[in-house]
């Protein structure tokens, strides 16, 4: 996505997520792929928070995910400030969950949906 993000999540607070260079997404998207698996990237860029839930449940690498996530999550604002990762624990779950998901759809939703991204049985 090439925009700055904005959306109220659904507590009503207001975020912001700048968008990364491409180089960015491409890795980023390498290493969430590697741990939560392409079809759940995929179904989280739709803003599909049971989805995040579920692939960070079924993660084979609880800690490096679990990192992972706070690395993403840290690049959100919520109402005008910084998410300090430190303090995850004042988030919650839930909320922690909720942010992954738009951080996930702010930087790759447009990517999905354009299609370059299939089953690789679906080529021609």
């Not at 969430?32 to 449940?57: E, F, H, R, W």
């Not at 706070?70 to 942010?99: C, P, V, W, Y």
Request: net charge negative.
């Amino acid at each position: 996505m090439s925009e700055d993000y904005h959306a109220t999540l659904r507590g009503g607070q207001e975020i912001y997520i700048p968008s990364w260079s491409a180089k960015v997404q491409y890795k980023n998207m390498m290493q969430v792929c590697k741990y939560l698996g392409q079809a759940n990237v995929v179904a989280i860029s739709a803003l599909d928070v049971p989805a995040t839930v579920v692939a960070l449940m079924g993660s084979d690498e609880p800690d490096v995910t679990t990192d992972l996530v706070l690395h993403f999550i840290q690049q959100a604002r919520i109402d005008g400030s910084k998410i300090d990762t430190n303090k995850a624990e004042e988030l919650g779950m839930t909320l922690i969950a909720e942010l992954f998901t738009h951080v996930i759809h702010s930087q790759y939703a447009d990517f999905f949906e354009s299609g370059l991204a299939r089953d690789t049985s679906q080529s021609t």
